[in-house]
């Protein structure tokens, strides 16, 4: 486990295949180039007022994206924003594509934009219409056509659902 933030820039998360519970709390997407600053607790501050100073704090690095995903440690269990980018990643992504899990009354989405990270954040979605909506509001900020397939990790309600408007294809 890291102890400060030296030593989590060593740490990075696993993604497990199956059966598994994904953290759905406080997290930063960071570039890369800011964590090989001389004093790498700066780049932490900004986690301060949500993270308490003696949480243990975990990295995963994602080269591909040249970012890091800053994120609070508990019970070892893996983040859900590493986890999507991972998959995400293991698809190397050179295109438009969205990628999304609803779980626990919460939606976590990344999108790609011309192989590029533009979002990644997480949304409060008690029912299957804020999940649709949120997917929705997505497409229609970023400017991405209906046709760009949504990876989607949900149950078979709110898929369905958001079938009708969306090309959706399995996580």
Same mark, same amino acid.
């Given at each position: 486990?890291?102890?400060?933030?030296?030593?989590?820039?060593?740490?990075?998360?696993?993604?497990?295949?199956?059966?598994?519970?994904?953290?759905? +709390?406080?997290?930063?997407? &960071?570039?890369?180039?800011?964590?090989?600053?001389?004093?790498?607790?700066?780049?932490?501050?900004?986690?301060?007022?949500?993270?308490? !100073?003696?949480?243990?704090?975990?990295?995963?690095?994602?080269?591909?994206?040249?970012?890091?995903?800053?994120?609070?440690?508990?019970?070892?269990?893996?983040? &859900?924003?590493? /986890?999507?980018?991972?998959?995400?990643?293991?698809?190397?992504?050179?295109? +438009?594509? &969205?990628?999304?899990?609803?779980? +626990?009354?919460?939606?976590?989405?990344?999108?790609?934009?011309?192989?590029?990270?533009?979002?990644?954040?997480? /949304?409060?979605?008690?029912?299957?219409?804020?999940?649709?909506?949120?997917?929705?509001?997505? /497409?229609?900020?970023?400017?991405?056509?209906?046709?760009?397939?949504? /990876?989607?990790?949900?149950?078979?309600?709110?898929?369905?659902?958001?079938?009708? !408007?969306?090309?959706?294809?399995?996580?």
């Amino acid at each position: 486990m890291a102890q400060n933030a030296k030593d989590c820039l060593n740490q990075e998360s696993t993604c497990n295949a199956g059966g598994f519970h994904l953290l759905w +709390n406080a997290f930063a997407l &960071v570039p890369q180039a800011f964590i090989e600053d001389e004093n790498p607790d700066l780049w932490l501050n900004f986690l301060r007022e949500r993270v308490p !100073h003696d949480q243990v704090i975990s990295a995963a690095t994602f080269e591909e994206l040249k970012l890091v995903c800053l994120y609070e440690e508990k019970n070892e269990r893996e983040h &859900v924003i590493p /986890y999507i980018l991972s998959r995400a990643c293991a698809r190397e992504i050179t295109d +438009n594509a &969205v990628w999304a899990i609803r779980e +626990n009354d919460k939606l976590a989405v990344v999108c790609f934009i011309n192989g590029q990270l533009h979002l990644g954040n997480i /949304y409060e979605a008690t029912t299957k219409e804020q999940t649709l909506y949120w997917m929705l509001k997505i /497409y229609e900020i970023l400017q991405i056509p209906a046709s760009v397939i949504l /990876y989607l990790q949900c149950g078979e309600a709110t898929r369905k659902l958001i079938s009708s !408007h969306l090309h959706v294809e399995p996580f």
